[in-house]
């Protein structure tokens, strides 16, 4: 089955600092994946849309300089959260779809990030 | 109205009974649906998907879909107290967009 790798799983840092997270399909090419950010006890939202070799798509209301995405490769992308704020302490998830398989959706394991 | 929605719950039932969760979405034109299980602080797993009208059974769980009322939804026989989790179901509307829906609680009781 398609595996969806996802580091670091948690991460703590200092306000004004910048994180980056990564995520890797580990069996498979991915030319999309997609960032969701999670609030505790709320529904998962997406932020954006990230495309192998192209700008990322972001959903509206996300800070696109402030929420970089980078897909340099089919199986990398890698999502860095700049000047980070605590109100940025979130759960954050990729997932990765396996070619055009209806069900392939694959969730990364989520990074919880703390902004401290 | 909210592209999918869903009852929060919790949704509470018995250990063995059968558990049964809801999700309407509003644009006709959506072509699959699936159904996501998320365990508290942890990333969804995908437990069913659909694109057809009527049954699909998988194990324990069956997810029923009504095109024409815009209605999905996940069947759970013989639950178990590990079936306690929030019930994400999502959506791939006309537009290729993927929508979740808010999540339903279901507690399963000893």
């Known amino acids: 089955g398609a595996v969806v790798s996802q580091h670091p799983s948690w991460v703590i840092c200092k306000s004004g600092t910048s994180v980056k997270i990564e995520c890797r399909s580990l069996d498979f090419q991915a030319t999309t994946m997609f960032w969701y950010r999670q609030f505790p006890k709320q529904s998962l939202m997406l932020m954006a849309t990230s495309n192998e070799g192209s700008k990322a798509t972001y959903e509206q209301g996300v800070e696109k300089d402030k929420f970089l995405i980078n897909h340099a490769s089919l199986t990398l992308s890698t999502l860095t959260v700049t000047s980070a704020h605590p109100e940025d302490s979130s759960f954050y998830i990729c997932?990765?779809?396996?070619?055009?398989?209806?069900?392939?959706?694959?969730f990364g394991s989520g990074t919880r990030l703390t902004v401290v | 109205q909210k592209e999918v929605e869903q009852n929060s719950g919790p949704l509470s039932v018995p250990e063995g009974a059968i558990a049964s969760l809801n999700c309407t979405y509003s644009d006709r034109g959506s072509q699959s649906f699936f159904w996501y299980r998320q365990y508290s602080g942890k990333s969804p797993e995908l437990i069913m998907f659909?694109?057809?009208?009527g049954d699909k059974e998988d194990g324990r769980f069956t997810a029923q879909l009504n095109k024409a009322s815009q209605y999905v939804s996940l069947l759970i026989r013989d639950s178990q107290p590990s079936d306690s989790a929030t019930y994400l179901c999502a959506v791939r509307t006309a537009g290729q967009n993927f929508v979740f829906g808010p999540g339903t609680r279901l507690s399963v009781l000893p």
């Open positions: 997932s990765a779809r396996k070619g055009q398989e209806l069900g392939g959706y694959t």
């Open positions: 659909i694109y057809s009208n």
